[in-house]
């Protein structure tokens, strides 16, 4: 599993300027990823911290180690922008160095090498861009750690969801809010890993429910955690996935459904 992939989490200093109580600003960081605010739990907060060298605007929540899990548009479209350009540049200088390898084969050799290698290279900058486009991310200042919403405060429920990432759960609840045809379970208890370095205690939390929602990335790790978790309790595992199975992920498919009526076994 590579943590970079389905649940990015980049470790930064305490350079938190200020937290308050989600104001319009963190409002409008939720309306601009097409999240309803008044879905936003208690624990939402608007934050305002200083990474590269500037100071973001965004959201956050703290998790369960006391860390706070940070979200900002602007600074994940900076990260991502940094990332393709370094993957471009990089990817170009393989290419570069690949066709120089070139000039050594035979002439009947060397068209297939150079489609071959041509290939590859749209391939790897494709799977960036759908890294840098449809897959949200939070910045975890001080101890990371998994997000934990109870249903009900003070009392547990019997079954829960789990999401990789704070950006899909609210997007869960953003299309229960909304009433649309899409089938969803409710009453549940909502666990977010965040980092796969949180998996484990995540793992841990989701076992003593009746039933386990699973809502992972469509990726090779997301298909990893989620085996994980049906191997350990079968039976009560279910697998959301299957919701948005030709999406990366369920913010994705918030973004990109059309008014069709999914369902799943509940």
Known sequence: MTNSLVIPCYQAGTNIKSIAPLDASGR???????????????????????????????IGAENKNGGLEFYSHQLISDLSTMKTSYCLNTVQKQQHDYLRSFKTM????????????QKKA??????????????????TFNEPGVLFFPYKRNEKSSFC?????????????TLLKDGTDISLPT????????????????LLDCEDYQRIYCFFPNTDTGRVMAYTIRHRNKGRYVDASKLYSTHIDLHDFMMNQKNTNTTYEQ
């Open 106 to 117: 035979r002439r009947s050799a060397r068209k297939a090498a150079k489609e071959a290698q």
């Open 161 to 173: 969801c789990v999401f990789a990432s704070l950006i899909d759960y609210l997007s869960y609840e």
């Open 122 to 139: 749209d391939n790897e900058l494709s799977a960036e861009s759908l890294f840098t486009v449809h897959i949200p991310q939070t910045v």
């Open 28 to 58: 409008q960081q939720l309306k601009d990823i097409g999240i309803n605010y008044i879905v936003a739990p208690s624990q939402m907060r608007s934050v305002h911290v200083l990474i590269l060298n500037r100071v973001y605007e965004g």
């Open 187 to 202: 009453n549940c208890d909502c666990i977010v890993v965040n980092n796969v370095r949180n998996f484990p205690d995540a």
